[in-house]
T-cell receptor
């Protein structure tokens, strides 16, 4: 597609449930990034993929968070045992060099 | 650790004013710097990208400067319009993009 696509755009889940957030990057972009944005704050880095491998996962807050990119294109961010504090907008970006292009984000609400 | 600070946090100006948004970063070893715009409830739109070897970039009414040695960048918006109202985010490419908290701009008609 022309831009970075994220699905779903909104997700409401109950505390303790498992969720998956999907990112479809711009075709041909080798780098993919996940960020989390809380209200009134700038995006916070979670994880970075170069191809299929996680080049840097230092931003993942704890072991409930995991992300995969098995074929070097689409990526899925997985959150286990969701907590209310996980509520945020999750943003995905892709790049070919060092200019990043962002999707519209997934707004996750944990109730 | 790279830290990015944006000042002011919020700004309200009348239509037609020229304005400057400030961004500072603590580690000057950056690859480049990118300015984004974010409308409420939306994703990020890239405005300008300045490579580390460049001093400035211009796009329409926007001009961004970079002084890497002092760890500073400014975004200049000329002849502001109500449609410019949004949050402006500065981000530096260090290990990955590191963002400031943004400046919320309101341009009053």
């Amino acid at each position: 597609g022309a831009g970075v696509s994220q699905t779903p755009s909104n997700k409401v889940t109950e505390k303790g449930k498992y969720v998956e957030l999907r990112c479809d990057p711009i075709s041909g972009h080798t780098a993919l990034y996940w960020y989390r944005q809380s209200l009134g704050q700038g995006p916070e880095f979670l994880i970075y993929f170069q191809g299929t491998g996680a080049a840097d996962d230092s931003g993942l807050p704890n072991d409930r968070f995991f992300a995969v990119r098995p074929e070097g294109s689409v990526s899925t961010l997985k959150i286990q045992r969701t907590e209310r504090g996980d509520s945020a907008v999750y943003l995905c970006a892709s790049s070919l060099d060092t200019e990043a292009f962002f999707g519209q984000g997934t707004r996750l609400t944990v109730v | 650790k790279q830290e990015v600070t944006q000042i002011p946090a919020a700004l309200s100006v009348p239509e037609g004013e020229n304005l400057v948004l400030n961004c500072s970063f603590t580690d000057s070893a950056i690859y480049n710097l990118q300015w984004f715009r974010q409308d409420p409830g939306k994703g990020l739109t890239s405005l300008l990208l300045i490579q580390s070897s460049q001093r400035e970039q211009t796009s329409g009414r926007l001009n961004a400067s970079l002084d890497k040695s002092s760890g500073r960048s400014t975004l200049y918006i000329a002849a502001s319009q109500p449609g410019d109202s949004a949050t402006y985010l500065c981000a530096v490419w260090w290990l990955a993009l590191t963002f400031g908290s943004g400046t919320r701009l309101q341009v009053q008609p």
